[in-house]
């Protein structure tokens, strides 16, 4: 699979939470509940002098104007049923847009 291809199945997954969902940012701004994500850095796994594995480490990133359990445990069933295993690296209100964020880290 190449990575456009996986970057482009990764968005897919997004997007069944039916919240909105961009890469990097929206052209417009977005109601909460969304989700923005970004590609942080990719990393190859060698064999035989090949490449043999891209992998893509991905931080997603959800919106809400308060702390959003429902809107959290959407987002964490659809990546679990994905089977893409995730870790939250960081939550909070961001007082500059008056928006709560949670971080999510992954590699796909």
Partial sequence: ?????????????????RMPVAQGSFELPQKPPYISWVVEDRSEIFADAKNYVELLNIQV????????????????NVL?????????SDEGFLSDSKLYAVFYEMEV
């Fill in 80 to 88: 679990r049923k994905s089977e893409i295993k995730y870790t939250v």
């Fill in 1 to 17: 699979m190449t990575t456009e291809e996986k970057l482009k199945e990764f968005n897919q997954t997004l997007k069944k939470t």
């Fill in 61 to 76: 990133e959800l919106y809400t104007t308060k702390k959003d359990p429902s809107s959290e445990a959407l987002l964490e």
